[in-house]
């Protein structure tokens, strides 16, 4: 153990084990790579377990997972450090995917990466790095966490541009009191340049995009596999049939790209937006203009709801809040909870805020929690509990 704890490692985690075993979730990005590495430093035992966690080709015939684990063998082998791998596909099918598909069915557009922390990350592979002798587990994600006053708190990254802490609001005091965040308190510029000084493989490799663990997709092909195609009409506010979209599904708020809208007799020039999606007509209701009246809202109603503390903090209350992310989190005030039902309303209009998508609640640079955006209206007062 290294004389001085570094900012990542809280004092609280070596409370009741000074010399833990730490399993890191070794991906083959960049990330994980120089979280070990920084485990490495500051004299922590540790081993690193990759998870496959997705088994079909991509387009191009290609298994993304391969090359990862390539990747993950020579960071192994480089930093001196043993390498376990875990097949955590089922877990991901029954516990993330088919949840995904489902909220396509219902209409709304779901948020896999939220889940799939939650269900996988630090849960299924939380458990499996327990069967290894692991006592923590740490990942590369770009956030950071203390203990304060006998409470862990989930706290955003550094950098404001790679904060992860909307994709982590589901974490409780369990699985913080077990958890490191090597790389949280860096910029990623910094996370590259250790990397690059160690001699890693991973030091110029591209971020990973596209839907958690699948990778990048012509999405509504890839979607279109299990939620076949309804093709139906595009539609204007005063019900004029547009254009045809591929299938209502597929689509989500405030979506621009592949309307296939344009030269519409008496319209004025400028883009069109998904502003409301009817299942039962296979509708499309569009309209122009990125911040139209239609696409604004000012009220909803999240559920699914979890607090990092455990217990919802008492109302009203006051905070900032996101809807999607990288979204600069916006003012706004909890006002009413009935069951997993709460309120929340916004100190101004947010635009094509989605039913699906989460919304994360903040105090400062500390994310107290969130839930899944169930109902949208311009005004708290059309919503019900």
Known sequence: MADALPDWLPPAVLAGNPDPHVVVALSGGVESSVAILRIRAAGLRCS???????????????????????????VCEKLDVPLNTIDLSKAYWDGVFEDFLAEYRRGRTP???????????FKAFLEAARKLGGDLIATGHYVRSDHVEGHWRL???????????????????????????????????????????????????????????IGERRFREFLSQYVPAQPGAVMTEDGRVIGQHHGAVYYTLGQRQGLRVGGVRGAIEAPWFVAAKDLERNVLTVVQGHDHPALQSQALVATDLSWVAGDAPSLPFACTAKTRYRQRAQTCTLLAREADRLLVEFSAPQRAVTPGQSVVFYQDEVCIGGGIIAEVEKHAENLHL
């Not at 948020?111 to 990350?121: A, G, H, W």
């Open 48 to 74: 690193a377990l990759f998870m496959k966690n997705w088994n079909e080709p991509t387009e191009d015939g290609h298994c993304r997972w391969e090359q990862d684990v390539d990747d993950c063998l020579e």
């Open 111 to 121: 948020n896999p990466d939220v889940l799939c922390n939650r269900e996988i990350k």
């Open 155 to 213: 706290k955003t990254g550094i950098d404001a541009n790679k904060d992860q802490s909307y994709f982590l609001y589901t974490l409780g005091q369990a699985q913080l009191s077990q958890s490191l965040f090597p790389v949280g308190d860096l910029p990623k510029r910094e996370v590259r340049a250790l990397a690059r000084d160690a001699g890693l493989v991973t030091h110029e490799k591209k971020d990973s995009t596209g839907i958690c663990f």
